[in-house]
């Protein structure tokens, strides 16, 4: 039956036949006007071309650069850890997505030490601020580099 589809009407429109004389409404400069670059084949300007005054994006000073060594963390603080689970829990990026503390388990977490807790938790990290492992051990957990 695919070979009796059809598209409904009005769907496909035929293309413009430029150039085909006079009579069609097309003739003659086919649309683009009288001479000049742009009535040219290949004519035009790429963006952002200023007729040769020096461009913008030359114009514009520079500074600074992109350091491809970079490591990017995900971070979180302490005190967001206090009052999503209970005693003895393990923290890890697993159970902080399902608790919808992190978004993704693709980058290394970071806890910072903001807040305050209470409660001995095992928290299985990429990285620690020396304040979330003082006040993690402080409580009577552990902060384990993984």
Request: net charge positive; proline share 3%.
């Amino acid at each position: 039956m695919l070979d009796r589809l059809k598209a409904p009407e009005g769907a496909v429109k035929r293309k413009k036949r430029l150039g085909r004389g006079e009579g069609s409404g097309r003739g003659k400069t086919a649309g683009r006007g009288n001479k000049g670059q742009r009535a040219r084949t290949g004519g035009g300007t790429k963006a952002g071309f200023e007729g040769g005054q020096m461009p913008l994006q030359r114009r514009t000073p520079k500074r600074g650069f992109t350091n491809i060594f970079k490591h990017v963390y995900s971070v979180l603080n302490v005190g967001r850890l206090a009052g999503v689970f209970s005693s003895g829990d393990i923290v890890n990026a697993q159970t902080l997505v399902g608790k919808g503390l992190l978004k993704t388990t693709g980058l290394p977490f970071k806890v910072l030490g903001e807040g305050d807790i209470k409660i001995p938790l095992t928290v299985r990290a990429g990285m620690f601020s020396k304040s979330a492992k003082a006040k993690i051990e402080a409580a009577g957990g552990k902060a384990e580099v993984v």
